[in-house]
């Protein structure tokens, strides 16, 4: 009998003592300076996306920190009136709590703040000698999160690379050769550091990235000086991304000390040492994405570190169409008929009003747009951060908040398939970017260990074993929670849906009439699962999912599925 | 009540003083003068239809008077027997080994000043800046090239493929119904130089983009003509604060820019303010209504499923519904460009 070892999955957050209790945020780059006396009563975190603003209310209840409010508006709207909204509606709820936290006493403004702020991808010309130096150089800038218009002199007259570096929206020049440089880069080497020359020239403000031996004579002599930053040159091979000095200096220079993807990497790594969990984040927005691993380890003093990976890609944004086949994905994952041309409309609206068409279908449709840009997510960073091994999926972004919370669990089931169990939780009230921007890991921890539950909005544990026979009786569960007990019969082919609320967690024994996957291959599996809005999800699918081709049978087929875990679907 | 109508996303709805943008390409030549003032329709660019690389070898008696700077127009030299070659006239695209990389090319066509302004900036090859001294509505989006014109504005409820005749030619029309590929077609074709929609699908932009594309590459050209683009892609009416600006402007000389997209306004017209605390509807089963602004309406559960932040608007029709904020908008009075 093979098994997986019970604790594997664990709980969510808040199984963990805090590290310390009396654990106060330390300010970001941006946050309000406030007396002392108020930090250690109450505090704001605002993420201000690209179509989100998002507000929080954090305050202390018995020692520890709580989520006491939390909203989300429209890009554009007036933080200090979001805040003072979630202030009145506490002052509502709980006058007593809002009294103690001194909510009459100071002025919103004087409240200390976390201020993470989504930076939306901007546009950077790449030219290289070769068109094997422009590969790395591009995969490593769109993997920092930069929209990438590239060229090579190998390939491209300079005419052609001038026009391109000088189109609107491009706000950077990466310029780059190996080091050493090729023997066939030699040569070009010069005269590529003139054609930059000539394109800064004309583009006062221009940053200039040079990447490796490029000469930097002819850009200093360059009428209007541009802002030059050396960075390392091209190395490595593909599928080392993560771990490029390039591609971390690159996404640096994109964003700056507030930025919420950057931050989010940070909260992955608290979340990683503070659970002992490896942890991903999949967090997809209006105007990029991001995938986030972190892993715990021990560290050097005998605590525990976290590794963190990051690769933003800026094509998973939530509504980008304009990427060969975008459209037809989401037409795929969408379980309404709508013709194309109306569909492209409707995603193109969404795009420029992110807020609008909330209800009925627009709902469902944001749904498939979420499914197609996790999917272009996941294709682009499995090759470098590879696709399993996680105790905890965690969705970040507005596009989580903008489906019910047990169809966001579906929409992970539906396209995060890999063998294995998974406790998938949202990041409800936008904590987590805000969180990261707080410098000191111990603070950071600290206060994610302090607000424990409240964090993150758990939706429950997906089990996806693979290699099951389709439309058989598949085998049996056995759910054990605080001493209830519960047997389902397993088929093969669908879903099985399992009650257990958040909070409750149990024991869950499989045992198969095959032997499928599930991690290791076996008959018998027991399992720690945790509960959320969605419950446990068995997903005896297939490994790929493979849905009809004929359109009106996936649409019914999908809607099945989708109408079990967002019943207020029909509504 | 009024603290809480920042809830709502406030969008510009006139820009003063806008600064626009006239792309250029690398090997246009820039006839204006940075400081100069402009009025619309005087020529300040000509652009090259084909632009061409040429590499030339640096003249024996310019080699003593440093590189020139990129995008320096170089005057063309004639060939000297057994000496020089020669090179056309051209843009310096940069100058290396003792060779010069120009762009040239035949067939230039004018770029006219879109309104009256002054020329403020100018990057060679790349844009034309200018400071328009008139406000700009603003759009979303400009389709085919900047452009001026009288502005017309034809009736709600006309019929484009019937109101769009000769009689137009050479102004800016305002189409407020359906408008589709074939009717900006029939505008084009009627000598009109643009057009201004609420909204316009993705299918009838890329028609017009496919169009626009022939033009370019005919060699006897229409003339210049852009399709400003107010909203999105679903159809939609002008908010009324935009049928007012539009209906205050209506016969005077407006222009269509791209870079940001507006509708420039003449400065001596007498322009109507939006009222505060109007809100647009512009999502869901009441969008293309008004009203004003009550207050929060809470968090509410619309049909779906999803939970959103409502405000509570007493439409212009005299009921008071709760709508998804992330549905509302309002317009602010006059916001400053950049």
């Given at each position: 009998?093979?098994?997986?070892?019970?604790?594997?999955?664990?709980?969510l957050?808040?199984?963990?003592?805090?590290?310390?209790?009396?654990?106060?945020?330390?300010?970001?780059a941006?946050?309000?300076?406030?007396?002392?006396?108020?930090?250690?009563?109450?505090?704001?975190?605002?993420?201000?996306?690209?179509?989100?603003l998002?507000?929080?209310?954090?305050?202390?209840?018995?020692?520890?920190?709580?989520?006491?409010?939390?909203?989300?508006?429209?890009?554009?709207?007036?933080?200090?009136?979001?805040?003072?909204?979630?202030?009145?509606?506490?002052?509502?709820?709980?006058?007593?709590?809002?009294?103690?936290?001194?909510?009459?006493?100071?002025?919103?403004?004087?409240?200390p703040?976390?201020?993470?702020?989504s930076?939306?991808?901007?546009?950077?010309?790449v030219?290289?000698?070769?068109?094997?130096?422009?590969?790395?150089?591009?995969?490593?800038?769109?993997?920092?999160?930069?929209?990438?218009?590239?060229?090579?002199a190998?390939?491209?007259?300079?005419?052609?690379?001038?026009?391109?570096?000088?189109?609107?929206?491009?706000?950077?020049?990466?310029?780059?050769?190996?080091?050493?440089?090729?023997?066939?880069?030699?040569?070009?080497?010069?005269?590529l550091?003139?054609?930059?020359?000539g394109?800064?020239?004309?583009?006062?403000?221009?940053?200039?990235?040079?990447a490796?031996?490029?000469?930097?004579?002819?850009?200093?002599?360059?009428?209007?000086?541009?802002?030059?930053?050396?960075?390392?040159?091209?190395?490595?091979?593909?599928?080392?991304?993560?771990?490029?000095t390039l591609?971390?200096?690159?996404?640096?220079?994109?964003?700056?000390?507030?930025?919420?993807?950057?931050?989010?990497?940070?909260?992955?790594?608290?979340?990683?040492?503070?659970?002992?969990?490896?942890?991903?984040?999949?967090e997809?927005?209006?105007?990029?994405?991001a995938?986030?691993v972190?892993?715990?380890?021990?560290?050097?003093?005998?605590?525990?570190?976290?590794?963190?990976?990051?690769?933003?890609?800026?094509?998973?944004?939530?509504?980008?169409?304009?990427?060969?086949?975008?459209?037809?994905?989401?037409?795929y994952?969408?379980?309404?008929?709508?013709?194309?041309?109306?569909?492209?409309?409707?995603?193109?609206?969404?795009?420029?009003?992110?807020?609008?068409?909330?209800?009925?279908d627009?709902?469902?449709?944001?749904?498939?747009?979420?499914?197609g840009?996790?999917e272009?997510?996941?294709?682009?960073?499995?090759?470098?951060?590879?696709?399993?091994?996680?105790d905890?999926?965690?969705?970040?972004?507005?596009?989580?908040?903008?489906?019910?919370?047990?169809?966001?669990?579906?929409?992970?089931?539906?396209?995060?398939?890999?063998?294995?169990?998974?406790?998938?939780?949202?990041?409800?009230?936008r904590?987590?970017?805000?969180?990261?921007?707080?410098?000191?890991?111990?603070?950071?921890?600290?206060?994610?260990?302090?607000?424990?539950?409240?964090?993150?909005?758990?939706?429950?544990?997906?089990?996806?074993?693979?290699?099951?026979?389709?439309?058989?009786?598949?085998?049996?569960?056995?759910?054990?929670?605080?001493?209830?007990?519960?047997?389902v019969?397993?088929?093969?082919?669908?879903?099985?849906?399992?009650?257990?609320?958040?909070?409750a967690?149990?024991?869950?024994?499989?045992?198969?009439?095959?032997?499928?996957?599930?991690?290791?291959r076996?008959?018998?599996?027991?399992?720690?699962?945790?509960?959320?809005?969605?419950?446990l999800?068995?997903?005896?699918?297939?490994?790929?999912?493979?849905?009809?081709?004929?359109?009106?049978?996936?649409?019914?087929?999908?809607?099945?599925?989708?109408?079990?875990?967002?019943?207020?679907?029909?509504? | 009540?009024?603290?809480?109508?920042?809830?709502v996303?406030?969008?510009?709805?006139?820009?003063?003083?806008?600064?626009?943008?006239?792309?250029?390409?690398?090997?246009d030549?820039?006839t204006?003068?940075?400081g100069?003032?402009?009025?619309?329709?005087?020529?300040?660019?000509?652009?090259?239809?084909?632009?061409?690389?040429?590499?030339?070898?640096?003249?024996?008696?310019?080699?003593?008077?440093?590189?020139?700077?990129?995008?320096?127009?170089?005057?063309?030299?004639?060939?000297?027997a057994?000496?020089?070659?020669?090179?056309?006239?051209?843009?310096?695209?940069?100058?290396?080994?003792?060779?010069?990389?120009?762009?040239?090319?035949?067939?230039?066509?004018?770029?006219?000043?879109?309104?009256?302004?002054?020329?403020?900036?100018?990057?060679?090859?790349?844009?034309?800046?200018?400071?328009?001294?008139?406000?700009?509505?603003?759009?979303?989006?400009?389709?085919?090239?900047?452009?001026?014109?009288?502005?017309?504005?034809?009736?709600?409820?006309?019929?484009?493929?019937?109101?769009?005749?000769?009689?137009?030619?050479?102004?800016?029309?305002?189409?407020?119904?359906?408008?589709?590929?074939?009717?900006?077609?029939?505008?084009?074709?009627?000598?009109?130089?643009?057009?201004?929609?609420?909204?316009?699908?993705?299918?009838?932009?890329?028609?017009?983009a496919?169009?626009?594309?022939?033009?370019?590459?005919?060699?006897h050209r229409?003339?210049?003509?852009?399709?400003?683009?107010?909203?999105?892609?679903?159809?939609?009416?002008?908010?009324?604060?935009?049928?007012?600006?539009?209906?205050?402007?209506?016969?005077?000389?407006v222009?269509?820019?791209?870079?940001?997209?507006?509708?420039?306004?003449?400065?001596?017209?007498?322009?109507?303010?939006?009222?505060?605390?109007?809100?647009?509807?512009?999502?869901?089963?009441?969008?293309?209504?008004?009203?004003?602004?009550?207050?929060?309406?809470?968090?509410?559960?619309?049909?779906?499923?999803?939970?959103?932040?409502?405000?509570?608007?007493?439409?212009d029709?005299?009921?008071?519904?709760?709508?998804?904020?992330?549905?509302?908008?309002?317009?602010?009075?006059?916001?400053?460009?950049?």
């Open positions: 009998m093979s098994h997986v070892e019970p604790g594997t999955a664990e709980p957050v808040g199984t963990r003592p805090a590290s310390s209790p009396a654990a106060v945020p330390a300010p970001s941006r946050a309000v300076v406030a007396p002392a006396h108020d930090r250690e009563t109450a505090f704001f975190t605002l993420d201000h996306g690209t179509a989100t998002a507000g929080a209310l954090v305050g202390r209840v018995d020692r520890r920190w709580r989520l006491l409010a939390a909203t989300a508006l429209p890009a554009g709207s007036n933080p200090d009136t979001l805040l003072g909204l979630l202030v009145d509606r506490l002052r509502s709820a709980d006058p007593a709590r809002a009294e103690a936290i001194g909510s009459r006493a100071e002025p919103l403004a004087a409240w703040r976390l201020v993470a702020t930076v939306p991808a901007a546009t950077l010309a030219i290289a000698a070769t068109e094997r130096t422009r590969a790395r150089l591009e995969e490593a800038a769109v993997g920092a999160g930069w929209n990438v218009v590239a060229g090579s190998e390939r491209t007259d300079p005419l052609a690379l001038t026009r391109l570096a000088t189109r609107p929206g491009v706000v950077a020049l990466l310029v780059g050769v190996a080091d050493p440089p090729d023997a066939d880069e030699r040569d070009l080497a010069a005269e550091a003139v054609a930059a020359a394109i800064a020239a004309r583009r006062p403000g221009m940053r200039v990235f040079l490796g031996p490029v000469p930097d004579a002819p850009l200093l002599d360059a009428w209007r000086a541009p802002v030059i930053v050396r960075l390392p040159a091209p190395a490595g091979a593909p599928g080392e991304l993560a771990a490029s591609r971390a200096a690159l996404a640096a220079a994109r964003g700056g000390p507030d930025d919420s993807r950057c931050a989010l990497a940070a909260a992955a790594g608290s979340l990683a040492r503070v659970l002992g969990l490896r942890v991903e984040i999949l997809i927005g209006v105007s990029g994405a995938r986030v972190a892993s715990p380890g021990p560290a050097d003093d005998g605590g525990i570190a976290a590794s963190v990976q990051i690769v933003e890609v800026p094509d998973a944004a939530l509504f980008r169409m304009d990427r060969p086949g975008s459209v037809d994905r989401i037409d994952w969408f379980t309404q008929g709508l013709d194309r041309a109306r569909l492209r409309d409707r995603l193109a609206e969404l795009a420029i009003a992110p807020w609008s068409d909330l209800d009925a627009g709902a469902l449709l944001r749904g498939a747009a979420l499914r840009a996790v272009r997510l996941l294709a682009a960073t499995d090759p470098v951060l590879g696709h399993g091994g996680v905890l999926v965690i969705g970040a972004g507005g596009a989580w908040s903008a489906v019910p919370a047990p169809a966001a669990a579906h929409i992970v089931a539906d396209v995060v398939r890999r063998p294995g169990a998974v406790q998938v939780a949202i990041d409800h009230a904590l987590l970017g805000p969180i990261g921007t707080i410098a000191d890991d111990a603070g950071r921890d600290a206060l994610v260990a302090g607000l424990g539950e409240d964090l993150l909005l758990p939706l429950g544990t997906i089990v996806t074993p693979r290699g099951l026979r389709p439309n058989r009786p598949a085998g049996r569960l056995v759910l054990e929670t605080r001493g209830a007990r519960s047997e019969e397993l088929v093969a082919g669908g879903f099985t849906l399992v009650d257990l609320p958040p909070g967690s149990g024991t869950a024994e499989l045992a198969f009439r095959g032997t499928p996957e599930l991690g290791p076996g008959r018998r599996f027991k399992i720690a699962v945790s509960g959320g809005l969605a419950g999800l068995l997903d005896l699918r297939d490994i790929p999912l493979r849905l009809p081709e004929r359109p009106d049978r996936r649409r019914e087929l999908l809607g099945t599925w989708e109408r079990a875990l967002w019943p207020e679907r029909d509504a | 009540m009024t603290g809480s109508l920042e809830l996303p406030a969008r510009a709805l006139l820009v003063p003083r806008p600064r626009i943008r006239l792309e250029l390409q690398p090997g030549r820039v204006a003068v940075v100069e003032a402009v009025h619309v329709g005087e020529v300040v660019a000509e652009r090259i239809r084909d632009p061409r690389l040429v590499e030339a070898v640096v003249p024996r008696d310019g080699a003593d008077q440093g590189i020139p700077l990129p995008g320096t127009w170089v005057p063309a030299e004639h060939a000297l057994g000496r020089h070659a020669g090179a056309p006239a051209g843009e310096l695209l940069f100058e290396h080994g003792g060779r010069r990389r120009l762009v040239s090319g035949p067939h230039p066509d004018r770029l006219h000043a879109p309104a009256d302004g002054r020329v403020v900036e100018v990057e060679p090859g790349v844009a034309l800046v200018m400071e328009i001294d008139g406000p700009g509505l603003v759009a979303t989006e400009l389709l085919g090239e900047p452009h001026w014109g009288r502005l017309v504005l034809l009736p709600e409820e006309s019929d484009p493929r019937l109101a769009l005749d000769v009689a137009l030619a050479g102004a800016v029309v305002v189409l407020p119904g359906r408008v589709d590929a074939e009717a900006l077609a029939r505008a084009r074709a009627m000598g009109i130089r643009g057009a201004v929609v609420a909204s316009l699908a993705e299918r009838d932009r890329r028609d017009l496919a169009s626009a594309a022939r033009q370019q590459a005919g060699l229409l003339a210049p003509f852009g399709v400003l683009v107010l909203g999105g892609y679903l159809r939609r009416a002008f908010a009324s604060a935009v049928r007012s600006t539009l209906d205050a402007a209506s016969g005077a000389v222009g269509l820019v791209g870079d940001p997209p507006l509708l420039l306004l003449p400065a001596d017209r007498q322009l109507p303010l939006p009222e505060l605390d109007q809100i647009v509807v512009h999502g869901g089963p009441e969008a293309g209504r008004e009203g004003r602004w009550l207050g929060p309406g809470g968090i509410r559960r619309v049909r779906g499923g999803i939970t959103a932040e409502t405000g509570l608007v007493a439409l029709d005299g009921r008071t519904v709760a709508i998804p904020i992330g549905e509302l908008e309002r317009f602010a009075v006059l916001v400053a460009n950049g």
